[in-house]
């Protein structure tokens, strides 16, 4: 298979190198596609007016529903935090490997959950552990969206922004929980033990049980559609091209053969990885996700604490700015809006996708994986994008860098030198004003997130494809194929089109998986019971 994944590169060298050279393929269809791609990004992202701001009808639906979760769950992405960490640690794993036989009229299982009447329980099911699913799911999240998503919030919304951003990862935590939950509860296992599941099952089986067998397998379908197509997309040729981009503006390289050439070392990279499936993937994220997570969070850390006599007047900055913001920034409303949206792109709460790593866990109690799984907003959202905004607010008040409210098309003008400067260029210029020559570190770890994100979309487009055309192994090498081929076309085009095609149909698995989710919400909350009590947790 390898060898088949080499000759399909090498056979787009002369054919991508001559695209080069003309108009270029990607204008081409980057052209061609853009009226039906804003058709479809006008209907996924139709807007409604909140106050002064236009606000994606998706993005209500998301907040809603994650709302709902949480008080439906009573508050369960808080109150069981502390149980989602020790289960990432292994502190619970015995009980997947011990069954509690109780006998009429003996509550066997004591105080601290251990059990006097216990057997052995072989063959628990599943390919990765429960830190290697959480990171495998965090790696399709982590990126550019906590870097260079939230300065142009910021930008846009004023530090106040940073309050909602928080709310709201706070309450996609509830939406993760149960969708991952679902996610373990209805999966399927393939006779060479390999693990199938996500929205795509959960859709088809939950809502069969529910009586509602065609609607299921319709939401199913549709998922599973866009599930492909945003991993082709926005899970794949974004993230490389914006690596592409970062690697060719720290080394000052112009030309187009450069992205190309890079674009091939990317596709090498990544095939090795997803060669080997979910286990392979899940034994590299464990490793990359942690590294990126501590180089970042504890570079913004060191710049937080160079500045120290500034955190007070951040801080104040940002309270003021969340409930007294300028009209300027749209008031209130308008700044909370603009934190929600992009805690909401961000974490992908409530989307879906998710599930598809989780589902793989070795567990046979669903909820234990749904409670881990809440931990990823808390970690892309309540931590990772706090710290960018962070050090953005307290660098702009201490050397004005930029003012609040002054974007144009997701550029930020800068005072000194009236120069627009995108997301990423506006995170690493604060960065770089603490920490001298960052921008290094910075490329590295946009390459990294790229890297890992290109990894675990792989594998939810891949579910998503077995599930339309079947799991035999000519359909799994295809799909590997493609994906490693719109590597290649990511690092060497120029393809927003497309790429703003796919971040709406990524948007687009919102609506079934929503729907799946609430009518679902009583089977999570039987599964959060059932673990409770497999563990001995006092509610």
Same mark, same amino acid.
């Given at each position: ?14 054919i ?22 804003d ?9 409604? /007016? ?7 009808? !998706?993005?209500i ?20 935090l502390?149980v ?17 036989e109780?006998?009429?009229?003996d ?17 628990v ?9 959480l990171?495998?799911?965090?790696s ?7 870097? =260079? &998503?939230?300065?142009?919030?910021i ?9 909602? #951003?928080?709310? $709201? ?8 929980? !149960? ?30 049980e /529910? ?9 199913? !379908?549709?998922? $599973? ?6 991993s ?14 970062? +690697? ?9 053969? $450069? ?26 994220t ?23 006599s ?6 104040t ?17 308008g700044? #909370? ?9 961000s974490?992908?709460a409530?989307?879906g ?5 989780? =589902? ?25 994008c ?5 050090? %953005? ?12 409210g ?9 005072n ?5 400067? &995108? ?16 921008s ?10 790229? +890297? ?55 948007? $687009? ?22 673990y409770? /009590?497999? %563990? &001995?947790?006092?509610?």
């Amino acid at each position: 298979m390898k060898r088949k994944l080499l000759a399909a590169l090498l056979f787009l060298t002369p054919i991508l190198t001559f695209a080069q050279e003309e108009k270029g393929i990607d204008q081409l269809i980057d052209e061609g596609f853009k009226p039906f791609s804003d058709f479809i990004s006008g209907i996924v992202f139709f807007s409604v /007016k909140i106050g002064p701001k236009d606000v994606p009808v !998706v993005i209500i639906i998301l907040l809603l529903g994650a709302l709902f979760f949480t008080l439906y769950n009573k508050f369960a992405n808080f109150r069981l935090l502390g149980v989602g960490l020790r289960a990432v640690r292994g502190d619970y794993d015995h009980i997947d490997h011990h069954v509690a036989e109780t006998m009429a009229g003996d509550s066997t299982p004591n105080d601290d959950g251990d059990s006097f009447e216990t057997f052995q329980k072989e063959g628990v099911v599943g390919e990765v552990t429960h830190f290697q699913a959480l990171t495998a799911a965090l790696s399709a999240t982590v990126g550019l969206g906590n870097i =260079a &998503g939230v300065a142009v919030a910021i930008a846009i919304g004023g530090p106040g922004a940073t309050i909602w #951003m928080i709310l $709201a990862g706070l309450l996609g935590m509830s939406s993760k929980l !149960v969708e991952a939950t679902l996610g373990v509860k209805y999966r399927e296992v393939g006779e060479d033990g390999k693990i199938y599941g996500g929205p795509m099952y959960y859709l088809t089986k939950g809502l069969k049980e /529910k009586g509602m067998e065609g609607l299921g397998k319709a939401l199913a !379908v549709f998922f $599973a559609i866009m599930v492909v197509g945003g991993s082709f997309g926005g899970g794949n040729m974004f993230q490389a091209n914006q690596a592409t981009a970062q +690697f060719k503006s720290l080394f000052d390289l112009n030309s187009a053969s $450069a992205g190309f050439f890079f674009g091939i070392f990317m596709a090498l990279v990544v095939g090795a990885v997803i060669i080997g499936g979910i286990k392979r993937i899940g034994r590299v994220t464990e490793k990359v996700v942690p590294f990126m997570g501590i180089i970042y969070v504890g570079a913004a850390l060191v710049i937080i604490g160079l500045n120290y006599s500034y955190i007070g007047g951040a801080f104040t900055e940002i309270w003021n700015g969340a409930f007294n913001a300028s009209a300027a920034l749209g008031g209130m409303i308008g700044v #909370m809006i603009v934190g929600f949206q992009r805690a909401a792109f961000s974490n992908e709460a409530g989307v879906g996708s998710a599930s598809i790593a989780h =589902a793989a866990v070795k567990t046979r109690f669903p909820a234990s994986e749904g409670i881990v799984a809440s931990i990823g907003p808390f970690v892309d959202t309540v931590i990772i994008c706090t710290m960018t905004a962070l050090v %953005i607010v307290i660098m702009n008040f201490k050397d004005n860098l930029f003012e609040y409210g002054n974007v144009v098309e997701k550029e930020v003008l800068l005072n000194a030198s009236q120069t627009r400067i &995108g997301g990423v260029d506006l995170t690493s210029l604060a960065f770089e004003s603490a920490i001298p020559h960052f921008s290094v570190v910075l490329t590295i770890a946009v390459i990294l997130f790229a +890297f890992s994100t290109m990894l675990s979309w792989s594998y939810y487009g891949l579910q998503g494809w077995k599930y339309l055309f079947g799991r035999s192994k000519k359909m799994d090498t295809a799909y590997k194929v493609l994906f490693l081929i719109f590597v290649v076309i990511g690092s060497s085009a120029s393809l927003g089109s497309v790429t703003d095609f796919s971040d709406a149909m990524i948007f $687009a698995m919102v609506f079934p998986n929503v729907i799946g989710l609430i009518i679902l919400s009583p089977k999570v909350k039987d599964e959060i019971n059932r673990y409770l /009590k497999a %563990i &001995g947790h006092k509610k």
